[in-house]
């Protein structure tokens, strides 16, 4: 029950969030538009319920994890990604390559947590998840600079795997 | 306005520079897992700017005339860059996937520890 309020509430904010224009509730929403938003989340949640809480966990509710990933993006994550923009621009221009498939184990356990960590060393520095582990959760990294043949997940991926952690798990 | 205007074009530059640069190396690099690197990176960031300085325009254009529409305008921009952060990694990641499953290798590769481990 608490699984389908959760998903009701989250699919009513994007609603309103997607619909808000001029009108008679807070000057942005007419009532039209807010009922026909609690309908369509109603039914939205009948079908998505079973999607968003398939491992039963309510860990991601707690508001203080959101606060943390907020610092995350805003804070080292925009910077690597600066970093890697600017790493890009330069092999872009010079041609250096020197790319391969290296295998990291950064040890989380959450599906989340994997999901968020892989997409952020995407976005950052040098690299692209390529394939995961399914069973270890290691992931296999298309690095664009390979340094040493065997890198430590700090070689690859600086601190996100404990912000990760600090956020997911 | 000038101090914001000023902001607003420099924020517009390093997007079209960026989005600029995806393409650029999109054309030089040698194969599709480098390719994928210019592409996903540098228009992420080049998006997120040209993204702000939309948002930055609408809100300053609601505080000139106060109205609504420019509001509207500054948070469907918003969703479009939060949809944007989740969605071109993941897409990146899967066309890698399905490259590299497909038998694709890397070109000038140093080191492929993932096709060892399918070897294996």
């Known amino acids: 029950m608490i699984d389908f309020f959760i998903t009701f509430i989250l699919s009513l904010i994007a609603y309103l969030f ?17 009922v026909l938003g609690i309908v369509l989340s109603v039914i ?36 690597a990604m600066i970093k890697a923009n600017i790493d890009v ?33 995407t976005l950052t520095p040098g690299t692209l998840s390529v394939d995961i582990d399914e069973e270890t959760n290691d992931l296999y990294i298309h690095w664009i600079n390979v340094t040493t043949l065997k890198p430590t997940t700090a070689d ?3 601190t996100f795997p404990q912000w990760v952690r600090r956020i997911a798990e | ?21 995806g393409s650029i190396g999109l054309l030089r690099f040698p194969d599709v897992y480098t390719r994928l690197h210019a592409s996903t ?3 992420t960031f080049g998006s997120i700017f040209t993204c702000l300085a939309v948002i930055i325009f609408s809100f300053y254009q609601l505080h000139l005339t ?4 420019f509001l509207v305008l500054a948070l469907h921009t918003f969703i479009a860059l939060v949809c944007l952060l989740v969605t071109n990694p993941t897409g990146a990641h899967a066309i890698s996937r399905a ?6 290798m890397p070109k000038q590769a140093v080191i492929d520890q993932l096709k060892e481990a399918k070897l294996k």
């Open chain 1, 18 to 34: 997607l619909t808000a224009s001029a009108g008679e509730i807070a000057g942005l929403w007419s009532i039209f538009e807010v």
């Open chain 1, 44 to 79: 939205v949640s009948f079908m998505a319920t079973r999607v968003l809480f398939q491992k039963r966990s309510y860990r991601m509710l707690n508001p203080a994890r959101w606060i943390i990933f907020l610092i995350y993006l805003i804070g080292p994550f925009f910077w």
């Open chain 1, 89 to 121: 621009a330069y092999r872009v221009i010079t041609g250096k390559i020197n790319p391969g498939i290296v295998k990291i184990s950064p040890e989380l356990k959450t599906d989340l947590g994997i999901t968020l960590l892989a997409n952020s060393i």
């Open chain 1, 156 to 158: 690859i991926c600086g």
């Open chain 2, 1 to 21: 306005m000038g101090i914001l205007l000023i902001v607003l074009y420099i924020f517009l530059t390093i997007g079209i520079i960026f989005n600029c640069l």
């Open chain 2, 41 to 43: 990176k540098n228009t």
């Open chain 2, 66 to 69: 106060q109205d609504s529409k």
């Open chain 2, 99 to 104: 490259a590299h499953r497909s038998g694709v």
